[in-house]
């Protein structure tokens, strides 16, 4: 009953998570090495995540530990998964033997708990194999091992509208204008409410409109903008836009004399 009720739990609670963060990188790469070089052992289900699974662990033995009774047998099956789980990732067992993942030597996240390093890997593995993620996006390694050198045209080729977002904000705002052909609808006249201007942009129909201002914290942003604001006004200025970013109408916008 606790092994199941714990899978279940596993699948239901982590497994969304965990594939979108790592599924794509570490699921296929996996497949291809045990095809290659397991031949005829036959593996007894792929969701033991050893490490993975403390978190659902921890909460049944916390249970346990407040007056929740478990069975002798489950008792004793959930104290291997925990020493399991401190000892290795993923694990694999098979008719006469057991693969194992060793844990990873780094993991970094944002604040928001995703796979995030703009200067390394976000996941690194004791033997030197990677994932390079930035705030969840999966991104070539090169993107942010050699990020100085990324070229904008490889960017804004890329097919993924969300990896060319991360790609543009690694390359820098200044660099990538020049590649997207930026044009100037209206320009302010003040830095600091900046200019509505125009981007090609591969995958859309029409040109992109964009914010690029003057952040006294961030530096030059450059923010996407609709056509048309939330109360049905076509977008045609800079400070339109900077109203719209606070979801106020025109008439009623006032810009800060001075931004921290």
């Known amino acids: 009953n606790l092994g199941a009720n714990l899978r279940d739990n596993l699948r239901d609670n982590l497994g969304a998570n965990l594939w979108e963060n790592l599924g794509a990188n570490l699921g296929a790469n996996l497949r291809d090495n045990l095809r ?19 978190s659902w662990i921890a909460f049944y033995k916390f249970c346990n530990e407040i007056g929740v009774s478990y069975s002798a047998i489950n008792a004793d099956k959930l104290d291997i998964l925990h020493q399991i789980g ?25 604040e928001q708990g995703r796979l995030h390093n703009e200067s390394g890997p976000a996941v690194m593995f004791r033997d030197g194999w990677t994932v390079h993620y930035v705030h969840g996006v999966s991104v070539p390694a090169h993107w942010v091992e050699n990020r100085t050198a990324l070229n904008p045209r490889e960017v804004i080729s890329h097919d993924n509208v969300e990896v060319r977002a991360i790609g543009a904000a690694l390359v820098g705002w200044p660099k990538m204008l020049g590649a997207l052909n930026a044009r100037t609808i209206n320009d302010s006249g003040c830095p600091d409410i900046g200019e509505l201007i125009e981007l090609d942009l591969p995958g859309l ?33 800079a400070l339109h836009g900077q109203a719209w970013r606070v979801g106020m ?12």
């Open 36 to 54: 290659d070089n397991l031949g005829d052992f036959k593996i007894r289900g792929t969701y033991w995540w050893g490490q993975q699974d403390l």
């Open 86 to 110: 401190l000892s290795c990732m993923w694990w694999y067992p098979c008719d006469g033997a057991i693969i194992a993942c060793n844990r990873p030597a780094e993991i970094h996240k944002d």
């Open 205 to 237: 129909r029409q040109p992109g409109r964009f914010l690029k201002a003057l952040c006294p914290r961030n530096g030059l942003i450059v923010e996407g903008l609709p056509r048309v604001d939330d109360f049905g006004a076509p977008i045609e200025t």
């Open 249 to 260: 109408h025109l008439s009623e916008y006032r810009h800060p004399e001075v931004r921290t």
